[in-house]
């Protein structure tokens, strides 16, 4: 599940990005475009409208746009993600990719893996410590510190993992591409691998410092508002009271998000800023395990994605 791209908002015209196999996605307004190297070396392009879930104007207000603009990333990430695999693949067929019904059920098998490891999981990991003597029941702050430790730990271990692997490694250099191609479009400097090496591989609007506000909010809503809820209402059977908590935490997840997304918006706009550098510092940290330096032809690639992206007509 890939989010990098949805926050760019201070460049002459605002663009966001995702690495993908062997390329990048980049989105400009309603537009998204990728570029792929295939294996003959050729660097190949396409434009397409942005996917989006957030057409009626009370969508777009703060604290509510968050988890349909999550919905929507996903969706068009999916689709640029599986575009890139037909194209590294030399596969030119146009039944080469998902159909509605793969997409769905590729989103909803994405949705469900991420949740059940970043949120039930933990939950029930938490309740073994409990078990263990080293923590306190649901309602006490031992037992969601425990929960939230246990998330990162998946997080970081999970990112550290895949990083070995080379083709992830491959991605995380076009990840990187992708930040600094981003870089260079903001500071409104000409496009081109040598002028793009000097900007940083890490940005304050990457979809990994996104990740990491909704583990954090996540940890602290928990904290407060499971035990108040369970004032109101607590099966008395353990299993029931533990379902019904882990029923709460996924339905709070919408709402994470929507708080989440505007953090991150908020410290991207004014990233200069000290309260925002020091709120951007774990993301960025982050960055250095979702991110490596790429080559001059893995720049390229991310400078064709943004031009298409940008000018799509003349693409």
């Known amino acids: 599940m890939n989010l990098r791209g949805l926050f760019a908002l201070a460049a002459p015209q605002s663009v966001g990005g995702q690495a993908v196999i062997e390329g990048v996605m980049m989105r400009s307004k309603d537009n998204l475009a990728i570029a792929i190297r295939k294996s003959s070396g050729e660097i190949v392009t396409e434009v397409r409208p942005w996917f989006t879930l957030i057409r009626h104007p009370w969508l777009k207000k703060p604290f509510l746009r968050g988890f349909p603009i999550l919905i929507e990333t996903m969706v068009n990430g999916i689709q640029a993600l ?22 769905v059920l590729t989103m909803v098998l994405a949705l469900g893996a991420a949740l059940g490891l970043f949120v039930v999981l933990p939950h029930f990991l938490s309740i073994g410590m409990e078990y263990l003597g080293m923590a306190g029941d649901v309602e006490s ?4 510190i425990w929960d939230g430790l246990i998330k990162m730990v998946i997080f970081v271990g999970y990112i550290l993992a895949i990083s070995f692997i080379p083709d992830i490694r491959r991605v995380f250099q076009y990840h990187g591409a992708e930040h600094k191609v981003i ?5 409104g400097k000409q496009l081109s691998p040598q002028s793009s090496h000097f900007y940083s591989r890490l940005h304050p609007r990457c979809g990994t410092a ?7 909010i996540s940890i602290m809503l928990y904290a407060i508002l499971v035990p108040f809820l369970l004032t109101f209402y607590s099966p008395e059977v353990f299993v029931l009271k533990h379902l019904y908590i882990v029923s709460m935490k996924l339905f709070l997840m919408a709402p994470v998000s929507c708080i989440a997304y505007e953090m991150i918006k908020f410290a991207g706009k004014y990233n200069k800023s000290f309260f925002c550098k020091v709120m951007c510092w774990p993301g960025l940290m982050m960055q250095i395990l979702t991110t490596k330096e790429p080559d001059d032809s893995q720049l390229e690639v991310a400078i064709a994605a943004l031009q298409c992206a940008v000018n799509a007509e003349e693409c």
Not at 89 to 103: C, F, P, Y
Not at 183 to 187: A, L
Request: aromatic residues 18%.
């Open 141 to 144: 702050l031992s037992f969601h």
């Open 82 to 103: 599986n575009f890139s695999a037909v194209q590294a693949a030399d596969d030119d067929e146009e039944d080469g990719e998902l159909t509605t019904w793969h997409l």
């Open 183 to 187: 870089w260079t479009w903001e500071e």
């Open 210 to 216: 996104f990740l990491l506000f909704v583990l954090v």
